[in-house]
């Protein structure tokens, strides 16, 4: 009897146990939704996993101005109107720049956009053209592009370490040739597209000519890689001192993304002849790449003309495992989805190449460079440092195979550094140390790689020459979502918010059913028209939200002259650039940003790089509120008062560049530039 009330009352208690965890269950579960945790950022909102929501709005934080973290827009660089390497790096770079700018220009608003354009200009109007000499006096083959520019002054080959035996610049063409095309499917002026094909058509030609007939991949010789100069060729070298070139591996993967890319500016320029021959050339390239996959399904680094494989991960020679053609293999699609996940299964298999959960180029350390000792140390620089550049793409690798927590871990490696004001690049001993640790602070443009990756990754947009794909990779964690800042296409807008977790089940646009989706990806058909499209998504057991209206305008940030000058951030401070803009500057400004929104111009670039600057000036003066209240990271005395400069600098830039644009735009054969230049004039 004892036994049996025993066995009835154990019973009750098991019951009572379920019963209660099916009440949590029901609460917590993805769906139930209604006492899940809930954050609201500045950017992101949402449900469910806030730790996630937290840093995807930190790192949209991080490309608009911040009283407490280093932004993006201290990259502005007057002199060319458009985005530097850094304070301490007067040029702009392509392999530097890939990362960061490829994630990001779907999110940038029209200045942000302006700027990488004049930046990436700078490549273009020195393109390599048979006669014109670079800063070393080389002389590059029509179609190259280099490794570095600004105005009057370009380097062709790879400028540090034995530039005497570099080859030329086909990894900083290849990629060129991503980031250009990409910024013209976003920003869709038929004019622009139809002035640089040609241009683009040559950067293809000069890569083809070191194609194989036969095998289909690409014969490169020293440095002719992205994070040059670690590569040279087979290793072996020859009696004139120069090294045998190899089959580089990159070069196949990324001139496939670039001509992808091609292919579509030619079907909007209704080039039939050419969609056909650039889609052959991907066809004997794509075939070709059978000679450059291990077994596993990953690639190699290179092979040598003996067929000797370089990055085949274990062997005894040449045995590293090469980051570069795998993540961006997976960033661009050039891997499907399942050597995707093989790929992913490889590198998680060598804690080696994220050792402090940031990518590394390589590992163990390459054997086959013509460099050993000092900066080609392992661990220290293009052998084994760590580039947010690559970071970028691996972001991108992460979400497609949906290893959230690893896209998580590596932005917010990067995120530390930002309020501390260590931004550098590369970041040494394996991606623990900064560069330049003796400067006060470090602010270097690759390193918003990995806030840009971080943010892309959740929607992975896809521009084509008639729409846009977006295949959501939302964390399952995350039940509801909310994105409170556009993506661009052409001159729309376009506003995202999901509900559930996994595969996509219905999509809103605009309120209205959209029907053209599977699973995984959604095809949209934006018009060419200015205008806001809202895409709301519904994933797993839910449906898409019919709650989520289109977003009023975001407020205007205004100066307001009753406050504190900005110089009080730090008394004494003199530009060495310009002149900081005074309260009648920022007024005017003012009456300029309203006088735009009347004329209808509130989507301009002029208004964009204004409305930067009355971002600026607002957060220097939250930066003074937070620091009379002790609120700011403590810094060394000298690193406080860089910091402080940095923020006046890039004010004062963003002032005297906004009215250079303008003064120069008096002349615009462009109706509206004119019609603006003149508004400002008149102020």
């Known amino acids: 009897m004892i036994f049996e009330i025993s066995k009835y009352i154990s019973t009750m208690i098991r019951t009572i146990q379920n019963l209660f965890l099916g009440l949590i269950l029901l609460f917590l579960l993805p769906g139930t939704g209604k006492s899940q945790p809930h954050f609201t950022g500045s950017y992101f909102s949402g449900k469910g996993d806030t730790t996630y929501l937290h840093l995807l709005d930190q790192a949209y934080r991080m490309t608009r101005p911040d009283p407490v973290l280093e932004n993006l827009s201290m990259l502005y660089h007057p002199d060319w109107n458009g985005f530097v390497e850094g304070p301490t790096w007067d040029a702009w770079w392509i392999q530097n720049s890939f990362g960061t700018t490829y994630t ?198 290179s092979r040598a003309l003996d067929g000797t494989l370089h990055g085949q991960f274990g062997n005894d020679r040449f045995g590293y495992f090469e980051a570069t053609p795998n993540h961006d293999a997976m960033a661009f699609r050039i891997a499907d989805d399942s050597q995707a996940q093989k790929i992913y299964a490889k590198i998680s298999s060598i804690p080696g190449l994220r050792p402090y959960k940031l990518i590394i180029p390589n590992f163990p350390g390459y054997d086959d460079m013509y460099e050993t000792k000092g900066l080609f140390t392992f661990g220290k620089w293009i052998n084994g440092g760590h580039w947010t550049t690559c970071e970028a793409r691996m972001q991108l690798g992460y979400y497609r195979v949906g290893a959230y927590s690893d896209a998580a871990d590596g932005f917010s490696q990067i995120l530390k550094l930002a309020p501390v004001f260590r931004l550098d690049n590369n970041l040494t001993n394996f991606g623990s140390e ?80 959209w029907s053209d989706f599977d699973a995984k990806s959604i095809r949209l058909k934006p018009d060419p028209t200015p205008g806001v499209m809202v895409v709301s998504i519904g994933l797993g057991n839910e449906k898409a939200s019919e709650d989520f209206k289109i977003p009023a305008q975001p407020k205007m940030a205004m100066f307001d002259a009753s406050y504190r000058d900005v110089s009080d951030l730090l008394p004494g401070y003199k530009s060495k650039s310009g002149i900081l803009p005074d309260r009648e500057m920022l007024k005017k400004l003012n009456v300029f940003v309203s006088q735009l929104t009347k004329e209808g111009f509130r989507e301009s670039y002029e ?72 508004l400002w004039k008149k102020m």
């Not at 040059?228 to 090294?243: I, K, M, V, W």
């Not at 330049?436 to 947009?461: H, M, T």
């Open 104 to 301: 990001l220009l779907p999110l940038m608003d029209p200045a942000y956009r302006k700027f990488v354009e004049n930046s990436q200009e700078l490549w273009f109007n020195q393109i390599g053209n048979g006669v014109r000499k670079d800063a070393n006096g080389y002389v590059a083959p029509v179609g190259s592009l280099c490794d570095c520019a600004r105005p009057g002054w370009v380097i062709f080959k790879q400028g540090d370490g034995r530039h005497k035996i570099h080859d030329w610049a086909f990894g900083f063409t290849a990629a060129g040739i991503i980031l250009q095309s990409e910024l013209l499917l976003i920003k869709r002026d038929k004019a622009a597209i139809n002035r640089y094909l040609p241009l683009l058509e040559q950067c293809v030609d000069f890569i083809d000519n070191r194609r194989d007939s036969v095998k289909n991949i690409f014969l490169v010789g020293t440095a002719g890689n992205l994070l040059a100069p670690s590569y040279a060729g087979s290793g072996r070298q020859l009696p004139d001192g120069t090294f045998e070139p190899a089959y580089l591996a990159e070069i196949s993967i990324n001139y496939l993304a670039g001509l992808y890319k091609i292919i579509e500016l030619e079907k909007m320029s209704q080039r039939p002849q050419m969609v056909k021959k650039y889609q052959d050339s991907m066809a004997k390239v794509t075939a070709g790449l059978k000679w450059l996959t291990t077994p596993e399904g990953y690639f190699v680094r």
């Open 434 to 513: 900064p560069y330049q640790p003796k400067l006060p602070i470090n602010c270097v443009y690759d390193s918003w790689g990995a806030p840009g990756g971080f943010l892309r990754g959740l929607f992975e947009y896809e521009y084509l020459a008639d729409g846009l794909t977006v295949y959501p990779h939302i964390p399952d964690k995350i039940t509801s979502m909310v994105q409170t800042f556009p993506i661009y296409f052409g001159e729309k807008r376009i506003y995202f918010q999901t509900c559930g977790s996994g595969p996509v089940r219905s999509v809103l646009v605009n309120g209205k059913d």
């Open 607 to 678: 208004m964009a790089h204004a409305r930067l600057i009355l971002e600026s000036v607002q957060v220097i003066q939250q930066r003074i509120i937070l620091k009379n209240k002790s609120k700011l990271v403590n810094l060394p005395e000298a690193s406080q008062t860089a910091a402080d400069q940095l923020y006046l600098d890039t004010l004062t830039k963003l002032y005297f560049g906004l009215n250079e644009a303008l003064e120069r735009n008096l002349a615009s054969k462009d109706q509206q530039e004119k019609q603006i230049a003149t």
